[in-house]
């Protein structure tokens, strides 16, 4: 099943880290803070889980099956 991506505009300070990681995944909005792109393909789950570990304010929600991976439920 594809990963659920999720970021928290509560915790977002808008580094733009996974942006700069990962453009094709993660924009930037206009309220400041980031956004995940649709996204599917098991070759990307690897490249999302890792962006989301490096989000400094860990705003980064990512979810199999409804299972968290990384990050906690807001």
């Given at each position: 099943m594809a990963?659920?991506?999720?970021?928290d505009?509560?915790?977002?300070?808008?580094?733009?880290?996974?942006?700069?990681?990962?453009?094709?995944?993660?924009?930037?909005?206009?309220?400041?803070c980031?956004?995940?792109?649709?996204?599917?393909g098991?070759?990307?789950?690897?490249?999302?889980?890792e962006?989301?570990?490096?989000c400094?304010?860990?705003?980064?929600?990512?979810?199999?099956?409804?299972?968290?991976?990384v990050?906690e439920?807001?």
């Amino acid at each position: 099943m594809a990963l659920e991506v999720e970021v928290d505009p509560g915790l977002c300070i808008g580094a733009q880290r996974c942006i700069y990681l990962a453009p094709d995944i993660f924009e930037m909005g206009e309220d400041g803070c980031a956004h995940a792109k649709p996204a599917s393909g098991d070759d990307l789950d690897e490249k999302i889980i890792e962006i989301a570990r490096q989000c400094p304010n860990y705003a980064i929600l990512v979810r199999r099956d409804g299972e968290v991976i990384v990050g906690e439920e807001p």
